[in-house]
């Protein structure tokens, strides 16, 4: 299972990024999807998380300006960003939580990063 996370960049404080992350590979399904950030000398926090019916959480700071959304179909998970702020500067990752398989007691549920985008946000 690989996580491939795309649309990060360069924009101006106040403007727009949409990240996409698409999860491939063997697997079952996928529960939990989200996007972390980690800034230079930060540990790795929480930006949003949603469910596989589409329930959401989001770090308080981050509510009103960014939004995920995920499509099932496409295995893809997304982060809209606007009114971005130059504090917004970081590595976002996404993370996945995907059924690989099946035991007898259950589904097993693995966790997986993706490779980081940067996004810059200059003042």
């Known amino acids: 299972v690989q996580l491939q996370a795309s649309g990060g960049g360069l924009v101006q404080a106040g403007g727009s990024l949409r990240l996409s992350c698409v999860v491939s590979?063997?697997?079952?399904?996928?529960?939990?999807m989200g996007w972390y950030r980690q800034a230079p000398g930060k540990l790795r926090e929480l930006v949003a998380t949603?469910?596989?019916?589409?329930?959401?959480n989001y770090a308080h700071s981050m509510k009103d300006r960014f939004t995920i959304s995920r499509d099932n179909a496409k295995n893809a998970v997304y982060l809209q960003m606007n009114s971005l702020k130059p504090e917004d500067t970081a590595v976002y990752y996404c993370?996945?939580?995907?059924?690989?398989?099946?035991?007898?007691?259950?589904?097993?549920?693995?966790?997986?990063w993706g490779q980081g985008t940067q996004v810059t946000v200059s003042s």
């Open positions: 590979g063997g697997f079952f399904s996928i529960n939990d």
């Open positions: 993370n996945a939580d995907v059924v690989n398989d099946y035991d007898p007691s259950g589904p097993n549920v693995y966790n997986y």
């Open positions: 949603i469910s596989s019916a589409g329930s959401t």
